[in-house]
């Protein structure tokens, strides 16, 4: 027979649950989506109200619209409400459990402070750009809280004060971009980690840019832990010291700018361990020392960069030993010697500069057939010989520029295969002959300039045809006749 009393026991797990199930309406009270949801969407119309009104603002659709209903007298029916889930909130999404993981309001005209903006309220925000506003004042360091961000764009503002040292705490970000702020200060080290040992560092970061500010200080060696780091900005700062050799330990580096800084020193012979950079960008700054061979090592290079530095030495002789570069421009340095033959032969070449420097050699010789080159100016070295044909088969170009050398001879009349020339400069040179009548096929010429050599005969009827002419400059030669009536259709 059953006993009364084994039948009123019940097992102890089972009571439980049914304790619970009756105590809480919501079951087990874990946090949910809802109520992270809510959170994010007062938190986002908090920071809104802080910002400066203006029909930008209007613009962001962060609320509901007016609901109806037939009670006159429900004052909600005449309120917008605010939406409790921002997913559908103008420049917000959200991840698949409803929760806030993107902020995209690049360029919507916003006008103010991140000081009310509750970045602990984002737990889950992964992607944040606020790019291209009017956004001033500092970072907050509490934006060391969004411990998921991977992406963070800031950049285009007018913000100022210093990088919070808190971002380094973002291990899982990929993509850093303050440029063009007035942010200042030094770069801080927590950025890269080592300095305090227990701040994480950004491991993970693909792209940092920090260009256009007003940063200061030195490029931390601690730069070197950034091991997956693909493009490096720091351009456009005030920066000095040395370019650390620990650069040469970013061996993902694709693109590395340092452009309009004050950095001094000769170049880390290291930099030619980056073998998969196709961008070195170091002109306007105080580097000294003779380009280091290594740099030969960059097979993948498409664009270098060094004019304006205190460069001495010869050019490395396999400069364009991976056949692919573009853009090499190291005018404003003090270089010697003769042109490398890999210059000779790199038919890739778009823009060519090498002007003030003191290069040498037979110009003739030393330079090639460049079918792709647009721009090109030698001026103020030490070439000799004379203008070679060879330059009229460069039919793309729009500047050819030679003044101050020691070239001689005459004016190809090839030159004037060069429909889309704007610019051609062959002042303080030895010329001698005539000018040729062909450069009045020149049509696109705004700018003609051939004073200061030995130039003779009468100037070209043809020249009239240069109707674009802006500027033209004949003096200091041997010209005789008078000057033609067709001149005046110019522009001059």
């Known amino acids: 027979m059953t006993s009364l009393t084994s039948t009123k ?12 199930y009756v105590s809480s309406p919501n079951w087990v009270a874990f946090p949910s989506a809802t109520s992270t949801s809510d959170t994010e969407a007062k938190a986002l119309l908090k920071w809104k109200t802080s910002l400066f009104p203006n029909q930008a603002l209007n613009d962001l659709t962060w609320y509901n619209p007016p609901t109806h209903n037939n009670n006159a007298n429900n004052s909600s029916s005449t309120n917008p409400k605010p939406r409790t889930r921002p997913c559908t909130w103008t420049g917000v999404s959200c991840n698949s459990a409803g929760s806030v993981s993107k902020i995209d309001l690049f360029n919507r005209g916003l006008q103010g402070t991140l000081h009310e903006f509750s970045f602990l ?4 925000l992964e992607y944040l750009n606020l790019s291209m506003n009017k956004l001033f004042d500092a970072i907050p360091p509490q934006i060391s809280n969004l411990s ?19 971002i380094g705490f973002l291990t899982n970000l990929q993509n850093l971009y303050l440029y063009k702020n007035k942010l200042n200060g030094s770069v801080p080290q927590e950025l890269f980690g080592a300095i305090p040992p227990q701040i994480s560092n950004l491991s993970k970061l693909i792209y940092l840019d920090l260009s256009d500010n007003k940063l200061s200080g030195k490029i931390p060696p601690e730069i070197g832990f950034l091991t997956n780091l693909q493009n490096l900005c720091l351009n456009k700062n005030k920066l000095n010291g040395s370019v650390p050799q620990e650069i040469g330990q970013l061996k993902s580096l694709s693109v590395l700018n340092l452009n309009e800084n004050r950095l001094s020193g000769p170049l880390p012979m290291s930099i ?11 002109r306007d700054n105080q580097l000294s020392g003779s380009i280091p061979q290594e740099i030969e090592n960059l097979m993948n290079l498409v664009g270098l960069r060094l004019a304006r530095n205190n460069f ?7 400069l364009c030993r991976g056949g692919l570069l573009v853009n090499f421009t190291a005018n404003g340095n003090r270089l010697i010697g003769r042109i490398p033959k890999s210059l000779k032969n790199c038919k890739t070449l778009y823009r060519f500069r090498l002007d003030g420097n003191q290069l040498t050699g037979n110009i003739s010789e030393d330079f090639g057939v460049y079918p792709n080159l647009n721009y090109i100016t030698l001026s103020n070295n030490r070439f000799y010989g004379e203008l070679s044909h060879k330059w009229g088969r460069s ?16 004016i190809p009349p090839v030159i004037g295969n060069l429909t889309q020339l704007h610019l051609l400069n062959l002042s303080s040179n030895h010329l001698v002959g005539k000018i040729p009548m062909e450069l009045g096929r020149v049509t696109s010429l705004v700018r003609l300039i051939l004073n200061n050599n030995q130039l003779s005969g ?35």
């Open 148 to 166: 998921k961000l991977i992406n963070l764009d800031l950049s285009n503002n007018k913000l100022s004060g210093k990088i919070p040292p808190e």
């Open 458 to 492: 009468g100037i070209p009827q043809e020249l009239g045809s240069l109707t674009h002419l802006d500027y033209l400059d004949l003096s200091t030669n041997k010209l005789s006749q008078s000057i033609p009536s067709s001149l005046g259709n110019c522009t001059t």
């Open 395 to 410: 039919l793309h170009l729009t500047n050819l520029e030679i003044a101050g050398n020691n070239v001689t001879g005459s």
């Open 9 to 20: 026991l019940c097992f102890l797990p089972y009571c439980l649950l049914i304790f619970l």
């Open 312 to 318: 001495t030495g010869h050019l490395p002789q396999n």
């Open 121 to 124: 309220s984002f737990p889950n």
């Open 272 to 282: 030619g361990n980056l073998r998969k950079l196709q961008l070195l960008h170091l």
